[in-house]
């Protein structure tokens, strides 16, 4: 049942008349989100409703208060700190990247379809991190309706509504992103609401291309001074401009009917590479490539290639290399063709540097270009999650023919929505896998059974393994990876392996450096794990063991044969209840730790955490709900280890405010953390 209040439905008129006249008119409405059907992580458990990606559903349940509260939308990471830790993971193909990198994903489901008008994120601590907005037609498409930098916000809750582009389809699946590397701390979400119309709304002036271009040019759509970062303290009047909007849209717009062909842009890249790239073009079409690629992305071009050519020629003379660099203006005296004169190999190590869609478009100037831009050495290593939008079957066919030597791949993000299915990645890796080292799967929804047999069974040289969220997976499928001889790291964030499979892997792999079994809760005996890890993996550097149910003050004791460890997180592990010995000989052992994360462990207290003193390298520390800690050992950590830059002391019942606000002034170096709560009537 939709109750009003998930749903406000308005009929407006698009003319002067009366609707009793059967005059046009146009359906607003106004809906929250129905389902959550994806997401990249989440600071909640499965069988929990505390933090979870659902708190998103339904109507605004905290805001406008602002703070921590469980009833929210919570990611696991925020800031720099996780782009620091040992288990951080490097890009393969840094160039691909747009200028904000999307971290973290939401996929939201609402009760109609509308063409959406505006998105409105209802943030209720530490706003700032949303970066991208999509929306998906009716054949599975991504259209891209808004992006922007992440902000430094005020600590206050706001109604996020940034501008949209204007969509001509209609949809009810809208997908948001995420870079938190500006957050002080966790972002939490309270609700997303869509407002969105049956028909598709045009301005009459084809200078305004959307409702929001011609609001702000009547006046109706107004930033204040005291509303820079989309703060929105009056939220009852959030909306108040579309209210003035339809009253005027007999008079600025019309309607264009439903028939309209749905024609998102399809030429997003690398999604017809297939179509375009495969062989040389015609003339008339390689004509007209030419002419594009000359005005557009040319000049970019030669400074790339200027850029790379003085790195590459840089213990050269300066003669040598002035020889070799193209003019930068357009003036037709002036020839290009000395770019020919460079050996392959130069050529080679300077088109190294050019993103996929750069290389791509090379494919397209002239024969030359075409053969060298496909050279396989230039695909060595593949990122393709910046594509994840228009990546499907035949972009991936077309990049199967130039990996003879890829190593390294990251597909993750990518082939939801059935865009990719398994059969199409297994046959890619049949023709381009056999040599991978890397490879990324992260929440690809093809990945089953049989794309983790066919792993197994071709990529035999694979030391990283990522499937993270990857729940078509069973453990039948997972014990294929026994095969597996070489595994340095594993993540297996929210997947579906057992005790004795992951056991098995773990034995077969004693290269292990870094394991992740985040998410788990109770389906592992994280215990036996841990024994394992003891006794097959001695140069584990990083472990992830957070909101595991099943670790113990046991399993603890067994990581302590693991001296190389440099990050632990124990994070929510509540089986370790009062550690006792376990967790002060793991300290004492392990000597090299950077990262150790204890939060929500409430029997922890200063005996258990003294040998944490002597670890020099010590840079991250999460000590959130220790209750029985002292001021006397927080300090100690501040005043031994030269290298903490984080340390989360919030809900340590022993430590007062007043005491943190000294320690922050004492020591800048350190960002302390501390959550708190504010109620709307506070804020007055």
Not at 294 to 314: A, G, M, V, Y
Request: net charge negative.
């Amino acid at each position: 049942m939709i109750s009003h209040d998930e749903i406000k439905i308005e009929v407006v008129p698009i003319s002067g008349k009366r609707i009793d006249e059967k005059e046009e008119t146009v359906t607003f409405v106004e809906q929250f989100v129905k389902d959550v059907c994806d997401f990249s992580s989440q600071y909640g458990s499965n069988i929990s409703i505390s933090y979870t990606a659902y708190n998103i559903a339904g109507n605004p349940s905290k805001f406008p208060d602002y703070g921590d509260f469980p009833q929210a939308f919570v990611m696991r990471t925020y800031g720099q700190w996780w782009n620091k830790a040992p288990s951080r993971l490097t890009d393969y193909m840094p160039q691909n990247n747009v200028d904000v990198v999307s971290q973290d994903y939401i996929d939201l489901e609402y009760y109609q379809e509308v063409y959406p008008i505006r998105i409105s994120v209802y943030e209720t601590y530490n706003p700032g991190s949303v970066v991208g907005i999509w929306a998906q037609n009716s054949e599975g498409k991504w259209f891209q309706l808004w992006s922007g930098f992440p902000q430094v916000v005020p600590h206050k809750p706001r109604i996020f509504s940034p501008y949209l582009q204007s969509c001509n389809f209609k949809t009810k699946m809208i997908r948001l992103e995420f870079n938190h590397n500006l957050l002080d701390y966790y972002t939490e979400l309270d609700a997303v609401l869509l407002i969105g119309t049956s028909e598709l709304i045009v301005p009459n002036n084809l200078y305004h291309q959307n409702l929001n271009d011609l609001s702000q040019e009547l006046g109706y759509l107004k930033q204040s001074n005291d509303d820079i970062y989309n703060l929105t303290p009056d939220y009852l009047k959030a909306n108040q401009d579309l209210a003035v909007i339809k009253k005027i849209l007999p008079k600025h717009c019309r309607l264009l009917k439903s028939k309209i062909i749905d024609n998102i842009s399809k030429g997003k890249l690398i999604s017809k590479i297939g179509q375009h790239y495969q062989s040389v073009p015609p003339i008339e079409e390689a004509f007209n490539s030419l002419q594009q690629f000359l005005q557009e992305d040319f000049p970019k071009l030669i400074k790339d290639i200027n850029h790379s050519i003085s790195n590459t020629l840089n213990e050269q003379s300066n003669s040598t290399k002035e020889r070799f660099l193209l003019p930068l203006n357009d003036s037709d005296n002036q020839p290009c063709g000395s770019f020919s004169t460079l050996p392959d190999e130069t050529v080679l190590k300077i088109l190294k540097n050019l993103d996929l869609k750069s290389l791509c478009r090379l494919c397209r100037v002239n024969r030359h270009f075409n053969n060298i831009a496909r050279d396989a050495l230039l695909y060595t290593s593949l990122n393709l999650k910046p594509y994840w939008h228009c990546l499907d079957t035949s972009a991936l066919n077309c990049l199967a023919l130039r990996c003879h030597y890829l190593q390294r791949l990251d597909l993750s993000w990518c082939g939801n929505y059935n865009m990719i299915k398994y059969k199409d990645f297994t046959d890619f890796l049949h023709t381009s896998g056999t040599l991978l080292t890397h490879l990324r799967l992260n929440c690809c929804q093809f990945v089953n059974d049989e794309v983790i047999f066919e792993i197994s069974k071709v990529c035999k040289n694979l030391k990283e393994l990522c499937l993270r969220n990857c729940m078509g997976v069973t453990n039948e499928g997972f014990s294929n990876l026994e095969n597996l001889k070489l595994l340095e790291r594993l993540e297996l964030y929210r997947t579906s392996v057992e005790t004795s499979t992951l056991c098995s892997i773990l034995k077969k792999n004693t290269q292990m450096r870094h394991l992740n079994l985040a998410g788990m809760h109770d389906r592992l005996n994280i215990d036996e794990i841990a024994v394992e890890l003891g006794n097959s993996c001695p140069y584990l550097e990083s472990v992830d063991f957070w909101k595991a149910q099943t670790l113990t003050p046991h399993g603890v004791k067994a990581l302590s044969h693991c001296t190389n460890l440099r990050e632990v997180d124990f994070g929510w592990c509540g089986g370790m209840g009062a550690p006792g010995d376990s967790l002060r000989a793991l300290l004492f052992s392990c000597r090299y730790l950077e990262k150790v994360f204890l939060a929500a462990l409430r029997g922890l207290t200063d005996r258990d955490l003294e040998p944490l003193l002597l670890c020099q390298r010590l840079q991250q520390l999460d000590l959130l709900g220790a209750r029985s800690l002292t001021p006397e050992i927080c300090y100690g950590f501040l005043l031994f280890c030269p290298r903490l830059e984080m340390i989360d002391l919030s809900f340590c019942e022993g430590i007062n405010d007043f005491i943190i606000q000294e320690w922050r002034q004492q020591y800048p170096r350190v960002s302390i953390k501390r959550s708190f709560q504010v109620t709307s009537s506070d804020m007055l």
